[in-house]
Nanobody, 127 residues
Framework: QVQLVESGGGLVQAGGSLKLACAAS????????VGWFRQAPGKERDLVSA????????YYADSVKGRFTISRDNAKNTVYLQMTSLKPEDTAVYYC????????????????????WGQGTQVTVSS
């Protein structure tokens, strides 16, 4: 079993930055892909970025390209999402999730493929 805990959310002004962390326990991330999803009130949960635990096939949603950077620290079993130039439309609960199917297929996009989820961390961007 993999347990995931997100941290780093908070309230920032537009144009500001936050760095989210997803820490894993119970297993390593070996042979998993780790995705960051977000869900705003009344909207679907959408993938914003993903990274394999090994390899470098990284995904970014078009809405965050050039502003968000995903990275991993294998020694700490942690995946990060550095968010810069934040906009009010980035306001959402951000979740990290892990998927073995996504790792082996290289397809990160479907939330149904993710086996483990964190509880989420709130990101609020004020105007």
């Amino acid at each position: 079993q993999v347990q995931l805990v997100e941290s780093g959310g908070g309230l920032v002004q537009a144009g500001g930055s936050l760095k989210l962390a997803c820490a894993a326990s119970g297993r390593t991330f070996s042979s998993y892909a780790v995705g960051w999803f977000r869900q705003a009130p009344g909207k679907e949960r959408d993938l914003v970025s993903a990274i394999p635990w090994s390899g470098y096939r990284i995904y970014y949603a078009d809405s965050v390209k050039g502003r968000f950077t995903i990275s991993r620290d294998n020694a700490k079993n942690t995946v990060y999402l550095q968010m810069t130039s934040l906009k009010p439309e980035d306001t959402a609960v951000y979740y990290c999730a892990a998927s073995s199917r996504a790792y082996y297929s290289g397809n990160y996009y479907s939330s149904n493929d993710y086996d483990y989820w964190g509880q989420g961390t709130q990101v609020t961007v004020s105007s």
